[in-house]
């Protein structure tokens, strides 16, 4: 017991020093100053926006596709997948006023999903580079430009990333964590491992790709939930670059009730569980920068929660006095440390967002017993349900998350 | 809370709180402490706001993994870790504090500063003097201009600059000749506004060159009276308006 509580410190101490050394990078990087570097000619993108179902967003989205200030040739595609709502009323509207605005009612298929819906819109698109964004997105008028001046700009890259955020942050508790975790990963997986590793990760939405990398990589996994993560690996796999572009901002609605965000993170996780069964298949996931992404994937969802489990069920054994320590080991202080290093990178990406306000500070302090732990939950429903699909050799059924 | 009271508030605290460290929790490192204190506040004092930023986080986390190495090191028992935890977060509130409110100081000598540029530029004439501010000249002169357009009438810009004077002296000459301008132009007629430290323009209208010429000399004649000025160091150039837009210098 002395020495799995002895490896259980030494490798949480690691990941905080990890952490805390991601978080200055994160911040050093996102508050640099960034040269922007004009093109003089700009390449002809695709935006490629998957449709379900989004009556209650799309005419939001749609304005603001038609608002965005680029400076090249520039082609909307509206991907309807068969939605029974006014999503079709809507998109048609826009695609009879704007003429580059264009709206695809995508045939039936199997298996659903986002990515079946991308790849047909691929398909009917021919441009060198294509841009995602999800229906309920309003990307902000320069962040295309943003994105594709930093894929051209930056040798050896095959797109590029920007960056998400919450729409609806004000509406309740639930939104303003949910917005403070997207700011902390913007912060530390971005930046922070831009900055460090040169790796980026693309986010499913407001990221740019070039054509000829998805033609070398191959079209979207029909099958992966997190087909960003997904394609993120493919495309480090080339050896191709996905720089970080923290300018590029869009805005996204998300989940304003605990259900809905339960089944948004049951089918994150549950892509996630799917990579991970891939990286433990091959060693190509171990080659080059392949390792940052493969490394950080097992460290999350394999070594951080399975020595969060040891600490906890630790904690709750000492509190009922089931065991008492006989290993000296300063497990207060690692505990101090896990929640400080949390806190400070709330109050960090709060400060670098200009989001930082006394309410959001008070969810900066408690996030870390309350939203964050939340994540183990999740995690063990997610691993229930990938399980039980995998056992009866089922597809995993796409939830879509339910639009406010 | 205005900024200015939440400065105060917290300056007020900064002292509570740094008085509470030294005398009850870091007494047994007192000079170590100070020694934090006073290079935390020369660095927040010197640089930029959000690299002052990373530089708290990255003081906290220093910190922070120093007691937990320490921790490791000595096999420190709840008590000593306890006491550790103490430690560091007086070191973090302290500098937080320093942090906080030299930013908020600094936030507000800049916003005083904008705030100031902007006052001048609202106002019509400099300090308690009848000359103009350079917009208030410019939004006179372009009425006057639009009007001598539609009357057909000509006139004339005179613009004087002092740059060429020692610098000693640049700034009472050119007070002095502004004064002489202001009383020898027609004051309810002709505009006399300040363009820069050390440039003043003059707008005469509804006169011919000759008319420009006897006025300027009437000036030049006045200032000779008070001043031993040596004319080239003076810069004057003139430049017609109203149905000809020409420029010469003098």
């Not at chain 1, 009879?96 to 819109?121: A, C, D, M, Q």
């Not at chain 1, 993170?265 to 892509?271: A, K």
């Amino acid at each position: 017991m002395s020495y799995i509580l002895l490896v259980n410190s030494m490798v949480f101490s690691k990941i905080i020093l990890y952490y805390s050394v991601l978080t200055i990078c994160g911040l050093y990087y996102r508050t640099r100053k960034r040269v922007v570097k004009p093109l003089v000619n700009y390449p002809r993108v695709d935006v490629l926006i998957p449709a379900h179902n989004e009556g209650r967003v799309i005419q939001h989205t749609l304005e603001a596709m038609v608002e965005l200030d680029y400076p090249g040739e520039l082609y909307i595609y509206l991907l309807n997948d068969h939605s029974q709502d006014e999503t079709e009323d809507i998109a048609e509207a826009f695609a009879r006023t704007y003429k580059n605005l264009h709206h695809i009612r995508v045939p039936k298929g199997e298996p659903k999903g986002k990515s079946r819906v991308l790849n047909y819109g691929l398909s009917i698109s021919n441009s060198e580079y294509f841009v995602v964004y999800d229906a309920d997105n309003q990307p902000e008028p320069q962040s295309l430009r943003l994105l594709v001046e930093a894929a051209v700009n930056t040798p050896k890259a095959g797109g590029a990333v920007g960056y998400v955020r919450t729409v609806n942050e004000n509406k309740n508790l639930l939104t303003r964590m949910i917005s403070l975790e997207f700011q902390i990963f913007q912060l530390l997986m971005q930046s922070g491992r831009w900055f460090l590793f040169n790796t980026g990760s693309l986010t499913g939405t407001n990221m740019l790709v070039k054509r000829s990398t998805l033609a070398e990589v191959g079209d979207y996994d029909v099958y992966a939930l997190a087909e960003d993560a997904e394609l993120t690996l493919r495309i480090t796999s080339r050896g191709q670059l996905l720089p970080i572009v923290p300018e590029a901002i869009t805005w996204e609605q998300e989940p304003e009730e605990l259900g809905v965000l339960i089944k948004q993170r049951t089918r994150w996780l549950q892509g996630n569980l799917y990579l991970l069964e891939k990286m433990f298949s091959s060693f190509e996931y171990y080659k080059g920068k392949m390792l940052v992404h493969t490394l950080q994937q097992i460290l999350v969802y394999i070594i951080f929660l399975v020595f969060l489990m040891i600490s906890h069920g630790w904690f709750i054994a000492g509190l009922l006095g089931i065991i008492s320590p006989n290993i000296q080991l300063p497990f207060l202080l690692i505990w101090y440390m896990s929640y400080l290093v949390y806190t400070c990178q709330a109050f960090s990406a709060q400060v670098v967002e200009g989001t930082a306000s006394p309410i959001n500070m008070l969810v900066g302090f408690i996030s870390y017993f309350t939203y964050c732990q939340l994540f183990i939950f999740l995690f063990f429903r997610s691993l229930f349900y990938y399980i039980k699909a995998r056992r009866r050799k089922e597809v995993i059924k796409w939830d879509k998350t339910i639009r406010f | 809370m205005r900024r200015r009271q939440l400065l105060t508030l917290l300056q007020g605290g900064q002292l509570i709180v740094f008085y509470i460290t030294i005398s009850y929790i870091l007494q047994s490192m007192v000079p170590f402490f100070i020694f934090q204190y006073m290079a935390l506040m020369l660095i927040f004092i010197f640089v930029k706001s959000i690299k002052g930023f990373v530089l708290l986080i990255a003081y906290t986390f220093v910190m922070g993994t120093g007691y937990l190495l320490l921790g490791f090191i000595k096999s420190y028992g709840i008590l000593l870790q306890g006491e550790a935890i103490i430690f560091h977060l007086a070191f973090i509130i302290n500098a937080s504090l320093i942090y906080t409110t030299t930013y908020i100081a600094k936030g507000l000598e800049e916003e005083n500063l904008i705030l100031r540029k902007k006052v001048d530029e609202l106002e019509d004439y400099v300090g308690p003097s009848n000359l103009l501010t350079k917009q208030e000249f410019e939004n006179r002169s372009s009425l006057i201009r639009s009007a001598m357009a539609r009357r057909g009438e000509e006139g004339y810009q005179i613009i004087i600059s002092v740059e060429k004077m020692s610098p000693y002296i640049q700034k009472s000459t050119f007070n002095t000749l502004t004064n002489i301008a202001l009383e020898v132009f027609r004051s309810q007629y002709d505009l006399v506004g300040k363009w820069d430290d050390d440039t003043f323009i003059l707008l005469l209208q509804n006169t011919d060159e000759e008319g420009m010429r006897i006025a300027l000399n009437r000036y030049l004649s006045k200032i000779k009276l008070k001043m031993d000025l040596e004319e080239e160091n003076l810069i004057i150039k003139t430049q017609e308006i109203g149905s000809k837009d020409k420029g010469m210098a003098i």
